[in-house]
Antibody, heavy 122, light 113 residues
Framework: DVQLVESGGGLVQPGGSLRLSCGAS????????MSWVRQAPGKGLEWVAD????????YYVDSVKGRFTISRDNAKNSVYLEMSSLRAEDTAIYYC???????????????WGQGILVTVSS | DVVMTQSPLSLPVTLGQSASISCRSS???????????LNWFQQRPGQSPRRLIY???KRDSGVPDRFSGSGSGTDFTLQISRVEAEDVGVYYC??????????FGQGTKLEIK
């Protein structure tokens, strides 16, 4: 079974930094794009970032460009989200999700982790 | 970016009755290869999202056949027949055709009357 487990969340002051991790198992990690999606308290879903299989291609939502960096370590089956210059509006549950290679499905997010809460507050 | 608009935002349904959620995109979701990358997700209270439907109408493994997706171009529908208590939650559509970015609808909250 596919498992995605996020870690590294917590309370951080405005302007601070945090690194989220997502450990993956149950599938061939190195064959998948990986995504981060966030959900502010009581709000909807917002895609944050994507990284391709070898880490050479990265895409971000405009609101985090220049502040967040997505990366991965295929040897550790892990994807990361380095967040800096954090703002109150970055407060959210952050989910990692699998973005499958084009085959039977594509341009989708098929499995999600349980999420990790990031709170930006003084 | 493509804007996804869902309606209604709140959907009270009687157990055993049907429910229908509409999702409209600001641009056609037909890709140049002819595919349409429209997805539906369910988020039960306190849980992470779960994909139900991809490519408009393809149901994920384990998803009851009470759930069906349809539509084309810019207009899409998620139909739930014979609503059960376990269907309570928020439903989101998401487009992948014009990625990046992926964009989601606002969500439709289904509740039991």
């Amino acid at each position: 079974d596919v498992q995605l487990v996020e870690s590294g969340g917590g309370l951080v002051q405005p302007g601070g930094s945090l690194r989220l991790s997502c450990g993956a198992s149950g599938f061939t990690f190195s064959s998948y794009w990986m995504s981060w999606v966030r959900q502010a308290p009581g709000k909807g879903l917002e895609w944050v970032a994507d990284i391709n299989q070898d880490g050479s291609k990265k895409y971000y939502v405009d609101s985090v460009k220049g502040r967040f960096t997505i990366s991965r370590d295929n040897a550790k089956n892990s994807v990361y989200l380095e967040m800096s210059s954090l703002r109150a509006e970055d407060t959210a549950i952050y989910y990692c999700a699998t973005d499958p290679p084009c085959g039977s499905d594509c341009y989708t997010l098929d499995f999600w982790g349980q999420g990790i809460l990031v709170t930006v507050s003084s | 970016d493509v804007v996804m608009t869902q309606s209604p935002l709140s959907l009270p349904v009687t157990l055993g009755q049907s429910a229908s959620i509409s999702c409209r995109s600001s641009q056609s979701l037909v890709n140049r290869d002819g595919n349409t990358f429209l997805n539906w997700f369910q988020q039960r209270p306190g849980q992470s999202p779960r994909r139900l439907i991809y490519k408009v109408s393809k149901r994920d493994s384990g998803v009851p056949d009470r759930f069906s997706g349809s539509g084309s171009g810019t207009d899409f529908t998620l139909q739930i027949s014979r609503v059960e208590a376990e269907d309570v939650g928020v439903y989101y559509c998401m487009q992948g055709t014009h990625w990046p970015p992926y964009t989601f609808g606002q969500g439709t909250k289904l509740e039991i009357k």
